[in-house]
């Protein structure tokens, strides 16, 4: 689990690049080897004549620090630092072989692998793969809301459609209830009709064989009439 955290952060410091090489600072090698950063500075105090600049270090000072901390500007350089080493491959190899702890030399195999070794371009390349994830989740998200857009279109156009279809049966129920009652008025007339024409003979007509008389046949109809205007539903839907 360390292994796994310390390759994480081997590959996810920041890249300081100077003369066309891949370095660090006194305090990222430290940080990595697992000691303090003045012991790295003895070790170079002790074993002066084993480094040479421009091969195994950088040493920055007056403008050519400023124009580093310009440069990396989320890089964590003092305002009080005066003089700045930065390390190439082979002065961190250099200290691993000075330190001689277990850490330094698998740290430095982790740092030879993913850092110093790792080919120029591969950042931009990574940069452009986020680039290119982004731009095909960007797709995919544009892709979904096109979907829920035409699906909310065709939602709306079932609201549409059952909306005419409530109407259509409101209309139709609302002509039914006419024609009803248009009928029930005319069997009111008729009933109407054979009450004056009994007041003028007296009696109730009558038909042969106890065969049921108009009246009765009326009577029997606007019952009929009437159960089936109030047995129709006659409400309306919200829209």
């Known amino acids: 689990m360390e292994s796994t955290n310390t390759l994480s952060t081997v590959e996810n410091v920041t890249r300081i690049?100077?003369?066309?090489?891949?370095?660090?600072?006194t305090a990222q090698l430290a940080e990595f080897?697992?000691?303090?950063?003045?012991?790295?500075?003895?070790?170079?105090?002790?074993n002066v004549d084993r480094f040479i600049e421009g091969k195994h270090f950088f040493k920055l000072e007056n403008d050519e620090?400023?124009?580093?901390?310009?440069?990396?500007?989320?890089?964590?350089?003092?305002?009080?630092?005066?003089?700045?080493?930065?390390?190439?491959?082979?002065?961190?190899a250099r200290h691993?072989?000075?330190?001689?702890?277990?850490r330094a030399w698998d740290v430095f195999e982790m740092l030879e692998d993913n850092y110093f070794d790792r080919p120029a371009d591969t950042e931009q390349n990574d940069l452009e793969n986020d680039r290119r994830f982004t731009d095909r989740k960007r797709r995919i998200?544009?892709?979904?809301?096109?979907?829920?857009?035409?699906?909310?279109?065709?939602?709306?156009?079932?609201?549409?459609?059952?909306?005419?279809?409530?109407?259509f049966e409101r209309e139709k129920i609302y002509f039914e209830r006419q024609r009803l009652d248009l009928e029930y008025r005319k069997l009111i007339a008729e009933q109407?009709?054979?009450?004056?024409?009994?007041?003028?003979?007296?009696?109730?007509?009558?038909?042969k064989d106890d065969a049921p008389t108009p009246e009765l046949?009326?009577?029997?109809?606007?019952?009929?009439?009437?159960k089936e205007i109030f047995s129709k539903?006659?409400?309306?839907?919200?829209?």
């Open 192 to 207: 109407k009709r054979l009450d004056a024409q009994q007041g003028k003979s007296g009696k109730r007509p009558q038909k």
């Open 141 to 167: 998200l544009e892709e979904k809301l096109s979907l829920e857009e035409e699906r909310l279109d065709l939602e709306r156009e079932r609201l549409l459609i059952e909306r005419r279809r409530v109407e």
């Open 233 to 239: 539903p006659f409400y309306f839907r919200q829209s």
């Open 217 to 226: 046949e009326l009577e029997e109809l606007i019952r009929r009439v009437i």
């Open 96 to 102: 691993a072989k000075m330190l001689n702890t277990d």
């Open 17 to 25: 690049e100077y003369r066309g090489q891949l370095v660090l600072t």
């Open 33 to 46: 080897y697992e000691c303090q950063p003045k012991q790295i500075k003895q070790n170079y105090n002790n």
């Open 65 to 92: 620090l400023k124009n580093l901390q310009v440069e990396n500007f989320d890089l964590q350089i003092s305002p009080m630092t005066r003089t700045l080493y930065l390390w190439t491959k082979r002065g961190a």
